[in-house]
């Protein structure tokens, strides 16, 4: 079960699909199971089915089987995708339209961000490329360089806009995050190039290389399907980034990290971000939401993650707490107190 459990993922192009092919409100069933249906469920599981852990056998070899997992999601992305655009015409209903929108938009932030970003953490130069290609279909690609060199080592700090602030509300927190990594993932790569002695403007300047792919696939999107798929695209990928953002509200709520007296933070711990230990959302997102661990040790493959007992818990699994950001009052009363008691257990 334990191996098994990560196959859950594949009921989002089951449902995905099903939408695809219905009209009306049943275009919403991706919406319907992710949304209500899976945070119904993890209120109704016994706590003892979320605790598994990785055994020192698993931790000293690594197992291919997960790696196949995670590239099996790049052909069905993609596939989806070019479906999704291929499906398009001006005369869908304006109800079935958006559902199809929507139910893509969901493969973009699950599937083409959420794996995107497990494999843009590893070091074999193919896995990336891999992440790279499902960032593509959210127009997300500046994640990586602000993820991995901005975000883990500013995260908890005013540098980072990634981190959500204590009363801030969720609608704010999209645009700054979102254009803040923008910005940031620019600045990286452009002092990446002054270090290495080249012009910003290079081939070697991974934002550069991202925006001419952007461009790119948007023209070409245009021109094969039309007008109206790349609104539909385009409509698909904001739905993407708002989960992202949404994910990374509740990720990093409220924690900051302390400044030292030499004007320095002090080193990033698993304290410094919210846990959550449901066992359906960990094996929908891979291992995503035991988000402490993550950042305490960022290279360490997601089956491979592990509940620890100086990291915050969330009330609930990520499908709720995305849906309770969404009622900024409500969040704070819950989400204040439970920031006041771990940044208590933290001194």
Same mark, same amino acid.
């Given at each position: ?24 409100i049943q275009t919403y069933l991706p919406l319907f ?18 605790t598994d852990e990785a055994s020192e056998t698993d ?61 843009? %953490? ?28 901005? %975000? ?145 040790k960022p290279d360490k493959p997601y089956q491979l993650?592990?509940? %620890? ?39």
């Amino acid at each position: 079960m334990k191996r098994l459990k990560y196959f859950l993922i594949f009921l989002l192009p089951v449902t995905v699909g099903i939408a695809f092919e219905s009209e009306g409100i049943q275009t919403y069933l991706p919406l319907f199971v992710f949304f209500v249906l899976v945070p119904l469920l993890e209120l109704l599981i016994p706590k003892g089915w979320n605790t598994d852990e990785a055994s020192e056998t698993d931790l000293s070899n690594p197992d291919l089987y997960y790696n196949l997992l995670l590239y099996s999601l790049v052909p069905i992305q993609w596939i989806f995708m070019f479906y999704f655009l291929s499906q398009q015409n001006e005369g869908t209903e304006a109800l079935t339209w958006w559902g199809h929108v929507f139910a893509m938009g969901l493969m973009c932030g699950i599937i083409g961000i959420n794996v995107g970003h497990e494999l843009g %953490h590893r070091s074999a130069r193919s896995d990336r490329f891999l992440g790279e290609l499902l960032l593509l279909s959210s127009l997300e690609n500046h994640f990586l360089p602000y993820h991995n060199r901005g %975000h883990h080592t500013n995260v908890g700090t005013p540098k980072d806009p990634a981190s959500a602030r204590r009363n801030e509300w969720l609608f704010v927190f999209w645009f700054r995050s979102q254009i803040g990594s923008y910005i940031q993932a620019w600045q990286i790569e452009t002092q990446r190039m002054r270090i290495t002695k080249r012009l910003w403007f290079s081939l070697r300047n991974k934002m550069v290389v991202y925006t001419l792919a952007h461009l790119g696939l948007l023209f070409f999107i245009f021109f094969i399907f039309g007008a109206v798929a790349l609104y539909a695209f385009l409509g698909a990928s904001i739905f993407g980034i708002i989960l992202l953002e949404t994910v990374n509200y509740i990720e990093h709520y409220g924690l900051a990290r302390k400044l030292k007296p030499n004007g320095k933070y002090e080193l990033v711990k698993r304290y410094h971000s919210w846990n959550s230990n449901h066992l359906l959302g960990r094996a929908i997102l891979f291992e995503l939401s035991r988000h402490s661990e993550h950042h305490y040790k960022p290279d360490k493959p997601y089956q491979l993650l592990s509940r %620890h007992e100086s990291a915050p818990n969330m009330p609930t699994g990520y499908p709720g707490m995305m849906l309770l950001a969404f009622l900024p009052p409500l969040f704070f009363r819950i989400m204040n107190k439970a920031v006041d008691q771990a940044l208590a257990t933290s001194q």
